[in-house]
């Protein structure tokens, strides 16, 4: 083959390879049916993905009144997942929420949030090479509830959970019956005004206090009881930037946990409603202040990775 050949030739897959690296850098909204209703997600490849090579899948849910594009930009896990190695999908819930309660009793059945994110998963790795033992949930606020009803419905499917700026749902104890040992992260602010930290009651229509969410330490005692977990906790602060007024960070660890699970909690002491580290994208009225110490990806990419749903 004449020399001239030879190099178009190297140049062409060249370029062919330049341009199948931008394409598979790009997010792309895609959409499945579920319950008879097309639902859409956001999915991004990072550049280093290779069919053949399986990667981590990362599903991140956005808060009520959300939406996949907002919790990717909110989050940058795209950057994340192209320095780290893994896929990452940001489910849209119907109404811009999601039905973390479907059906427990008093609550509406459909759409059954959790069967929808256990479709996406599988629909994702019939088309892309992904470590089915490697799969996690990551949520804010109304997302972090539907992370951890996730955690009661699938755990045997999803290696590690993430919960921001939620607390355990009400029905949490009752309704968490499966007894698989759970990875989990909590990260909350103690000043957070829309789920607050000692938890949130209402009144029902007989003048009866009903609770809605656990407070932060009751949900965290919740899985450390479950995962068998000993009752002493390591604490440590972290240090404070300089940044980040009126805040600061110490984290709760459990010991000791059965097949050396995780239970961890990130309190952001003063810290709002809100993803630490990412101020200006969440309004000041809802998210208060926002602790610079640290950055809500890196600790929950950090607590996932290496994690597997053999504990």
């Known amino acids: 083959m004449p020399r001239t050949m030879k190099v178009q030739g190297i140049f062409i897959s060249l370029l062919i390879g330049i341009a199948i690296q931008n394409v598979s850098a790009e997010q792309s909204r895609l959409s499945l049916i579920h319950e008879g209703t097309a ?3 956001q999915l991004y490849i990072p550049v280093s993905y290779q069919l ?3 990667m981590p ?3 991140v849910l956005h808060g009520r009144n959300g939406s996949g594009q907002r919790m990717s930009q909110l989050t940058s896990f795209n950057s994340r997942a192209d320095q780290f190695g893994f896929i990452v999908v940001y489910p849209e819930g119907v109404g811009k929420g999601w039905n973390y309660l479907h059906g427990i009793a008093g609550f509406k059945e459909r759409p059954n949030d959790s069967e929808f994110l256990l479709n996406i998963a599988d629909k994702i790795k019939s088309e892309h090479s992904i470590d089915a033992e490697r ?3 990551a949520g804010i606020s109304n997302g972090g509830f539907m992370a951890q009803r996730l955690a009661c419905y699938a755990p045997d ?3 590690a959970f993430a919960s921001v700026a939620a607390g355990g749902y009400a029905a949490l104890p009752v309704d968490c019956k499966i007894s698989t040992p759970v990875n989990i992260l909590y990260m909350h602010g103690t000043a957070d005004s829309k789920v607050p ?4 009651g209402i009144e029902d229509a007989n003048g009866n206090q009903q609770r809605v969410t656990m407070s932060i330490a009751n949900s965290v005692k919740f899985w450390a009881s479950r995962n ?5 906790v390591n604490a440590r602060k972290i240090p404070s930037q300089g940044n980040s007024p009126g805040t600061y960070v110490i984290v709760f ?3 000791k946990c059965i097949e050396n699970v995780e239970v961890v909690l990130y309190a952001i002491i003063g810290g709002g409603h809100n993803w630490p580290g990412v101020p200006d994208i969440i309004s000041t009225s809802v998210a208060g202040r926002v602790n610079m110490d640290i950055h809500a990806s890196d600790v929950i990419w950090s607590f996932f990775n290496g994690k597997n749903i053999n504990r």
């Open 253 to 255: 660890s459990a010991k």
């Open 52 to 54: 053949g090579k399986p």
């Open 197 to 200: 930290w000692n938890g949130l």
């Open 157 to 159: 499917k999803i290696a």
């Open 228 to 232: 068998q977990c000993s009752p002493t």
């Open 57 to 59: 899948l990362l599903i």
């Open 135 to 137: 799969i996690y949930v």
């Open 39 to 41: 639902r859409s997600y």
